[in-house]
């Protein structure tokens, strides 16, 4: 019965820490409010509610573009006091939702201008890629600060785009970001001046969302993204992101999709275990950033959410494109690193992809992850399905149109069968955790011959932690949520250190004898838990078995065979201290 309380309390407090845990989708800053009135409502009636807002809380709602006319979409000025009041007054009767109007910033880490060799380009093989297409015929949507004509983007087509700021028809930027963002995707190419971009045939559509700061609305964002899918955007690029969950950001997502456009989103500079929004929406391609070694930006975010990686820059290697001084507003040649510099990389080769003939977004997805370079070691998820490589996805793009079942074939090829803003599936390897655990078992009814005990829960999870432990939850990525918890939880306790720091080799301490000896010496006097550490030594002895088989790598050893053998002996001494534990006593049920 103390069991059964004690297990209750358990599932009780966790899920009391998980009902208040507050999340990115709660965390965004807002100043203002969205109220997306039904659209099938009178206009005799919007009008009067319109005017009721304006009475009781003395501000005016407008509409937030001329582009959400048919949507109801209006905004007005307030804060967490004015939405709630919002939520519970007669008005929610009338509208769809009520919301925060978060605000978004650019993600990019700004530097002095610099020119310098592009290694980025280098870095996707985009020479390859350039050989059979360059793009002609795409459309890229632009969502950023706006887009001016540098000297290095005159001989780019440009086709009409809207600034959604200050709602008007001319889209230049006074940042400097959405210029740079522009030039990675499309920058002139072979004109002898500047540098290059990796679709230079195709079209940029400048849409302005985000102020000369660097921050804007998501209602604003939701109707950039509406325009490009209504004016004939192949590709979308957003280099921006923030906290807080939007239902307007998410419809505008969903209809955009539904018309086949690609969507690509920076997943954030935040170094956190989850993509940023609007990163993180299932049809959106989330895009975490790499230096130029091809390692994770220090600032880049990763796990949950992560769909690939693309070069973002660093302070060893920065993005460099000619772009505006925001200053002076003169044309200038800037570094700057951020996955707002790594997402352009992706929408630039969605181009030459769609470009190649793959036309759904889907299917385009599908090229981009399954022509990625896979990166073997990344229990973290910094790199998604693999490194962006642009002359592999150009190369299985001409090869015939990617169908539903090659996806899905490939998916399960890979082990990415598990939903992919969730759990990894390629982390965990499950045949030798199986081995481990089968194994543990085997020694266990081995020395039940020789000393014959009853099974017992203690010593059932000794064998288990000991062996592989709860080794599914390793592959689990929860938005928000700190993954270590889950790797912990689903380590055995030679495997401790591995999944804690990332590597793949064993801690000569704590992959030996000198654990399980430990436990057997503190509770050899207890009748019950006794059989634990007994369990723990044989179930250790199977993890090592399996390691020194098939993976025989430990810290500080210099060479495989030294390994193999360290790993050897102490498989005897685990064995042995557990046959010592257990001479001369048979075990009670437990």
């Keep these: 019965m103390k069991k059964l309380l004690f297990l209750i309390l358990c599932i009780v407090g966790l899920w009391v820490a998980l009902a208040n845990f507050k999340g990115l ?27 009721a807002i304006a009475t009781s809380y003395k501000t005016t709602a407008s509409l937030n573009s001329i582009y959400a006319i048919d949507q109801h979409i209006y905004t007005l000025s307030g804060d967490e006091k004015t939405l709630n009041q919002l939520k519970k007054s007669p008005l929610k009767q009338y509208v769809e939702y009520i919301e925060p109007n978060y605000i978004y910033q650019a993600l990019e880490t700004p530097n002095d201008p610099e020119y310098s060799k592009q290694w980025n380009l280098q870095n996707i093989h985009v020479e390859r890629a350039w050989e059979e297409t360059k793009g002609e015929g795409i459309t890229v949507a632009v969502i950023d600060t706006g887009v001016s004509r540098v000297p290095d983007l005159r001989q780019t087509e440009f086709v009409q785009g809207y600034d959604f700021v200050n709602d008007r028809n001319d889209a230049s930027d006074d940042n400097g970001h959405g210029t740079h963002v522009a030039g990675t995707i499309a920058q002139s190419t072979n004109n002898n001046y500047g540098v ?53 950001m998410k419809d505008a997502i969903d209809y955009a999709y539904a018309k086949g456009v690609v969507i690509i989103a920076a997943a954030g500079n935040s170094n956190q275990n989850a993509a940023s929004y609007p990163a993180r ?32 820059g660093s302070d060893s290697g920065k993005i460099i494109q000619e772009t505006i001084d925001p200053n002076t507003g003169e044309a200038v040649f800037s570094g700057l690193q951020g996955t707002s510099m790594a997402a352009p990389h992706v929408a630039g080769v969605a181009a030459l992809v769609k470009a190649a003939g793959i036309k ?84 266990a009814f081995l020395l039940r011959n020789y000393f014959p005990f009853a099974w017992g829960m203690p010593f059932n999870w000794g064998l288990v932690l000991g062996s592989s432990g709860l080794f599914f939850l390793q592959g689990i990525y929860l938005f928000d949520l700190p993954q270590w918890p889950f790797r912990v939880m689903g380590s055995s306790l030679p495997e401790l250190a591995n999944s804690i720091q990332g590597t793949a080799l064993l801690n000569p301490f704590l992959g030996s004898v000198l654990l399980p000896f430990g436990l057997i010496a503190i509770l050899l006097g207890h009748r019950s838990w006794k059989w634990f550490a007994v369990g723990t030594a044989l179930g250790v002895a199977s993890c090592l078995t399996v390691h020194a088989a098939i993976a025989p790598a430990v810290w500080g050893m210099p060479s495989v065979d030294i390994s193999r053998a360290f790993l050897g002996v102490n498989v005897l001494l685990c064995i042995g201290l557990a046959c010592l534990a257990s001479k001369g006593e048979r075990v009670r049920k437990v």
């Design 25 to 51: 989708a709660t965390q965004g800053k807002y100043d203002s409010v969205i109220v997306n009135f039904r659209e099938n409502l009178p206009t005799a009636v919007l009008s009067e509610e319109i005017n």
């Design 196 to 248: 290059a971009g990796i679709a230079y045939q195709a079209k940029i559509m400048p849409l302005k969302v985000l102020a000369a700061q660097g921050g804007g609305t998501v209602s604003d964002i939701a109707d950039a993204i509406r325009f490009a899918a209504d004016n004939g955007a192949d590709i979308i690029n957003m280099s921006l992101g923030g906290g807080g969950e939007s239902q307007v």
């Design 281 to 312: 929406y299932p049809k959106v391609i989330s895009v975490s950033a790499l230096d130029a070694a091809g390692k994770k930006a220090p600032y880049s975010n990763y796990g949950a959410g992560v769909d690939i990686s693309a070069p973002g």
């Design 360 to 443: 759904q977004p889907e299917e385009i997805f599908a090229v981009l992850t399954q022509s990625s370079r896979k990166v073997q070691e990344d229990p973290f998820n910094h790199y998604g399905a693999g490194q962006l490589d642009a002359g592999e996805a150009v190369k299985l793009a001409l090869k015939g149109k990617i169908t539903f079942r090659d996806f899905f074939r490939w998916l399960r090829d890979s082990g990415y069968l598990n939903p992919r803003f969730w759990v990894d599936g390629g982390v965990v390897a499950i045949l030798p955790k199986l081995l481990m655990v089968l194994g543990s078992y085997l020694l």
